[in-house]
């Protein structure tokens, strides 16, 4: 069974620039969850999608955003790309009811 | 609002000796508490996990303590081997309020553990 899997890997990317990231979860999972792993840092909380609905939306502002399709797939857009955008950004699926989620291989962004 | 605490950044431990990682949380209505373990340029994977009615989960060469009283949460690993050096990240999550699922992890900062051969 295949897992989480991102695209692209690396994407770099010019300030001001816009950057999609694209997630797709394991078979069966509904929930998609968006992390961002900046250098030396811990996994900051993006968007939860379950559904096809944003749940949940963590401390980031609004040119963060994105969409789940509904095979369960999703998307995340960052728009007016900033230096400090560059990091890693995970995805994760997680079935219904299922305490643990599942994670990819991340896309390494990096804004210059 | 850091809800999920791991106090030490690195951890070195000699080849099969015990390694113990620590996390603190806050919020007193996380009922699920996990640990990941990552490789540099990885996704973290999922190690071993606990619900909060219960103090200890064992798996192998991995076992979790949870102390509510204490909101304290521990890994230890036994023996350590040097194939265990990564990040380890506590996580913490709540059933949401629909009792359908989980919501989202809360993780600690990650605390780098070395071991050495």
């Known amino acids: 069974e295949a897992g989480v899997t991102q695209s692209p890997t690396h994407l770099i990317k010019t300030r001001g620039q816009q950057a999609t990231l694209r997630c797709s979860p394991i078979s069966g999972h509904t929930s998609v969850y968006w992390y961002q792993q900046a250098l030396g840092l811990g996994l900051q909380f993006l968007l939860w999608y379950d559904e096809g609905e944003e749940r949940n939306r963590g401390n980031f502002p609004p040119r963060f955003s994105g969409r789940q399709f509904p095979n369960y797939s999703s998307e995340l857009n960052v728009n007016a790309l900033e230096l400090e955008d560059s990091a890693l950004y995970l995805c994760?699926?997680?079935?219904?009811?299922?305490?643990?989620?599942?994670f990819g291989q991340g896309t390494r962004l990096t804004v210059v | 609002d850091q809800q999920v605490k791991q106090n030490s950044p690195s951890l070195s431990v000699q080849e099969g000796r015990i390694s113990i990682l620590n996390c603190d949380y806050t919020?007193?209505?996380?009922?699920?508490f996990l640990w990941y373990k990552k490789y540099p340029a990885e996704g973290p994977t999922f190690l071993i996990s606990i619900s909060s009615i219960k103090d200890k989960n064992e798996d192998g060469r991995f076992t979790v303590f949870l102390n509510k009283s204490a909101k304290h949460l521990s890994l230890h690993i036994v023996p350590s081997q040097p194939g265990d050096s990564a990040v380890y990240f506590c996580?913490?999550?709540?059933?949401?309020?629909?009792?359908?699922?989980?919501?989202?992890?809360?993780f600690g900062q990650g605390t780098i553990l070395t071991v050495h051969p």
């Open positions: 994760a699926s997680q079935g219904a009811r299922s305490t643990e989620a599942f």
């Open positions: 996580a913490a999550s709540l059933f949401n309020a629909g009792g359908t699922s989980y919501g989202k992890l809360t």
């Open positions: 919020n007193s209505m996380f009922d699920y």
